[in-house]
């Protein structure tokens, strides 16, 4: 069993700061890409920004320049460091990781319960 819980949203003015949080917990061996995905009231569930453990990262367009994925693969933690925010990115932000547990050949997809994240105008 893997566990991965988010922790840092909240709500913020159109402009500011907010960094969140993805702690793993569990049998796990290792985890290929960790990321984060966003879903909007009445919108799909996008990717907003992904890392594999070779460090190559990955974001969607309209957060680019604004948004900083980081990771320790020691704790198992991801890090999502969002800067400038606009009223468009609120959003449900979900934790995401992709891998193996101990004991286990399969990779598997594991995903947080979420984190409400609002942006003000």
């Known amino acids: 069993q893997v566990q991965l819980v988010e922790s840092g949203g909240g709500l913020v003015q159109a402009g500011g700061s907010l960094r969140l949080s993805c702690a793993a917990s569990?049998?796990?061996?290792?985890?290929?890409?960790m990321g984060w995905y966003r879903q909007a009231p009445g919108k799909q569930r996008e990717l907003v920004a992904g890392?594999?453990?070779?460090?190559?990262?990955n974001y969607a367009d309209s957060v680019k320049g604004r948004f900083t994925i980081s990771r320790d693969n020691g704790k198992n933690t991801v890090y999502l460091q969002m800067n400038s925010l606009k009223p468009e990115d609120t959003a449900v932000y979900y934790c995401?990781?992709?891998?193996?547990?101990?004991?286990?050949?399969?990779?598997?997809?594991?995903w947080g319960q979420g984190t409400q994240v609002t942006v003000s105008s």
């Open positions: 995401y990781a992709r891998g193996r547990v101990v004991g286990q050949f399969a990779k598997s997809d594991y």
């Open positions: 569990g049998r796990i061996f290792s985890f290929d890409v």
């Open positions: 890392l594999s453990s070779g460090g190559n990262t």
